[in-house]
């Protein structure tokens, strides 16, 4: 029972621990760009909040092929079916991220900002894959490490806004804005911009991005 014992007792703190390290590094991030502890935790507070809302922008209708028997398509007609895709706006994971990136543009370097965002979303939108029933796929570390890179080599003296914008808004508009025609493809009801909220490819590069300037 000892052994039991202590088991149960790891498996219940690692969540704890792991919950306590992303509180920390989410709030040494913002430290980066001027937030106070305080500030910070409200900040992540308000983005966890919003990641269960979703706003929508736009509504439109999709043909849906369904598989069918090669003999039913040989003798038989059966006109696609049509459903409606909703594309919204996760006000967590897209909205209050991208208005903080606004919010930090009048104390970044306006050129070297504007330089790294532009090579973030060529680099993503040829890297991002709209993938059938999984949404948009793209390797998670390469907006940070690309926005942090930049941020460092053009933005020496301040990289921590630098990296935090363009690995938002660079993201934001390269993988998921430029693949607004892939939706279609996805064949999904709903899809949500930003829909994951602090785990979304969208507020991870910025965090990660300002993170990693700082090591």
Known sequence: MGCLGLILVILIALPVI??????????????????????????????????????????????????????????????????????????????????????????????????????VIVATRLLAKPVPGVGIVMPAWIPPVISAGLALLLARDNPAPVAYISGTLGTLIGADLLNWPNFKKLGAHLISIGGAGVFDGIFLAGIMAVLITSL
């Open 18 to 119: 792991f919950l306590l390290l992303f509180l920390n590094i989410i709030t040494l991030s913002f430290g980066q760009l001027g937030l106070s502890p305080e500030a910070a935790v409200t900040l992540l507070l308000a983005m966890v909040l919003g990641s269960m809302v979703n706003i929508p922008i736009s509504r439109r209708r999709i043909l849906y092929e369904q598989p069918r028997p090669l003999y039913l398509r040989f003798f038989f007609y059966l006109p696609p079916r049509v459903r409606h895709q909703v594309i919204a706006v996760n006000l967590g994971g897209a909205v209050i991220p991208v208005v903080f990136a606004l919010y930090l543009l009048p104390r970044s370097p306006l050129l070297a900002t504007l330089e790294a965002t532009i090579v």
